[in-house]
């Protein structure tokens, strides 16, 4: 207890405020879209390519810088897995 009441107190409640920031950022932007099913992200993948046909990737590198821009960590992480099907699709 004598840590909580030194003038160590700022610090720890400091990290750990960025500790929850950096979780809460990675939890909705890297690990919770990984829980879309694969069969939504190759129907939107599928959508695209049918929309746009050559320029498919960049529309959902476009879908996903907007999301960052507009700070949407889960739609970001949404839109590069599509790119990512995308990509893996050019590449066979």
């Known amino acids: 207890m004598d840590l909580l009441t030194s003038g160590y107190a700022p610090i720890i409640g400091l990290a750990a405020f960025a500790g929850g ?21 190759e129907r939107a ?30 739609e970001q992480g949404k839109w590069r897995r599509v790119r990512k099907e995308l990509e893996r699709r050019s590449s066979l």
Request: glycine share 4%; aromatic share 16%.
């Open 21 to 41: 920031v950096f979780l809460s950022v990675e939890w909705q932007g890297r690990i919770r879209p990984l829980f879309i099913p694969h069969a939504e992200i």
């Open 45 to 74: 993948a599928n959508e695209l390519a049918e929309k746009y046909g050559e320029r498919a990737e960049e529309m959902a590198f476009i879908e996903e810088d907007r999301a960052w821009r507009y700070s949407q960590n889960f």
